[in-house]
């Protein structure tokens, strides 16, 4: 992702609890929370959902962001407490777009058709409303780079298991 919106002239603030080489590559900045809500145009989580990065973008944490900023969410459903972010993309204050590829409670939601059923999540249904939010059910990771690297992984992990290692190395966290 940094390498894209680089790609487009942005510069790079990030949050971390490490510096990735990479990034620091493309000249990112590395700053704590509330300074990277306040300068960024754009926010996209990148994020694994721990007990620390539950609700990490909330009502505290939406009043930070910059004046008309957009949030990309593309890692877990729970990092965003989705309450708090159709109250303040009502106001489109501080949090003016809303693109999301995972949902808190999207296990009833996604891989489904439910073009002909009504669904019970009002939350969701809420969002659904709003002009300024985009949501797509669970493909960030139907990338060409994203399947060749799960193909990668199954297979290593495939081959680690007939050679009798219990556990592989190269085992990655899906997002699917």
């Known amino acids: ?18 510096n990735n080489p990479a990034c ?19 926010v996209s989580l990148h994020c694994p959902l721990t007990p620390e990065t539950a609700h990490l973008i909330n009502c ?14 593309t890692a877990r459903g729970a990092l965003i407490d989705t309450r708090a972010a159709i109250d303040a993309l009502k106001t489109r204050d501080h949090l003016s ?5 995972v949902y808190e409670e999207e296990g009833p939601l996604f891989f489904t058709d439910r ?14 409303t709003l002009p300024n939010v985009v949501i797509t059910g669970h493909q960030a990771f139907l990338t060409r780079e994203a399947l060749t690297h799960i193909a990668e992984t199954t297979l290593v992990n495939i081959s680690d298991f007939q050679l009798g290692q219990q556990k592989s190395d190269n085992l990655v966290a ?3």
């Open 24 to 42: 620091l590559a493309l000249d990112m900045k590395y700053v704590d929370l509330p300074s990277l809500l306040a300068e960024s145009d754009i």
């Open 97 to 101: 777009y809303l693109g999301i590829d």
């Open 1 to 18: 992702m940094a390498h894209i919106v680089k790609g487009f002239g942005c510069r790079l603030v990030g949050y971390d609890t490490y």
């Open 115 to 128: 073009s002909s059923t009504i669904i019970q999540d009002d939350v969701f249904e809420r969002l659904t």
């Open 60 to 73: 505290k944490t939406i009043a930070l962001m910059k004046r008309g900023s957009m949030l990309i969410n």
């Open 174 to 176: 899906s997002n699917n």
